[in-house]
T-cell receptor
Framework: AQKITQTQPGMFVQEKEAVTLDCTYDTSDPSYGLFWYKQPSSGEMIFLIYQGSYDQQNATEGRYSLNFQKARKSANLVISASQLGDSAMYFC?????????????FGKGTMLLVSP | SAVISQKPSRDICQRGTSLTIQCQVD?????MFWYRQQPGQSLTLIAT?????????ESGFVIDKFPISRPNLTFSTLTVSNMSPEDSSIYLC????????????????FGEGSRLTVL
């Protein structure tokens, strides 16, 4: 089974609108972290936001917020007031800590296009 | 946050040749990883670069094809050997520590990537 599922291959949004990118995950570890990265066409991976499995509140970083629903195993990224520069590929990723030196497992990504 | 420099940023290579990618970090880090991102795909972990010992490879990746060095806590190299067009990918170096400002386990940082095209 896939550990990270991103069901939206592509999303369109108009500038200044909010958009939600979906991510569901699968783990039996009680301790894990969820990450969102942005990858522009240049190829670099830019860290956006992190949510720990024990965090009581949803993470927020500026225009980014993570809608963490633990029982549903979902960690959706919400981008408020979209900007043209937000057009990029977005990856959800998970890190499971109880399995030792654990690395990031990535979803397949969602391409976001922001139009004027 | 760590600053990671990768070289080369891009290259065009001939089939059958080998290329070494360098990853330099501006601070000592516990963990260094190498990822591959094939065109239009997500990131796949190649191996964990261990300082002072052999790298730990993921299923589907072998040392003969992707030899890795990690001579110290700030530097690692990945070699893509005997390249074929199927090796055309972005190769990304990633670093992290056990604890960081992002909470349990810490954040993983990425280099800018090395975009290889094999003809």
């Amino acid at each position: 089974a896939q550990k990270i599922t991103q069901t939206q291959p592509g999303m369109f949004v108009q500038e200044k609108e909010a958009v939600t990118l979906d991510c569901t995950y699968d783990t039996s570890d009680p301790s894990y972290g969820l990450f969102w990265y942005k990858q522009p066409s240049s190829g670099e991976m830019i860290f956006l936001i992190y949510q720990g499995s024990y965090d009581q509140q949803n993470a927020t970083e500026g225009r980014y917020s993570l809608n963490f629903q633990k029982a549903r195993k979902s960690a959706n990224l919400v981008i408020s007031a979209s900007q043209l520069g937000d057009s990029a590929m977005y990856f959800c990723a998970m890190r499971e800590f109880t399995s030792g030196y654990s690395t990031l497992t990535f979803g397949k990504g969602t391409m976001l296009l922001v139009s004027p | 946050s760590a600053v990671i420099s990768q070289k080369p940023s891009r290259d065009i290579c001939q089939r059958g040749t080998s290329l070494t990618i360098q990853c330099q970090v501006d601070s000592q880090v516990t963990m260094m990883f190498w990822y591959r991102q094939q065109p239009g795909q997500s990131l796949t972990l190649i191996a964990t670069a261990n300082q002072g010992s052999e790298a730990t490879y993921e299923s589907g990746f072998v040392i003969d094809k992707f030899p890795i060095s990690r001579p110290n806590l700030t530097f690692s190299t990945l070699t893509v050997s005997n390249m074929s067009p199927e090796d055309s990918s972005i190769y990304l170096c990633s670093v992290g520590d056990n604890a960081g400002t992002s909470g349990v386990g810490g954040e993983l940082f990425f280099g800018e990537g090395s975009r290889l095209t094999v003809l």
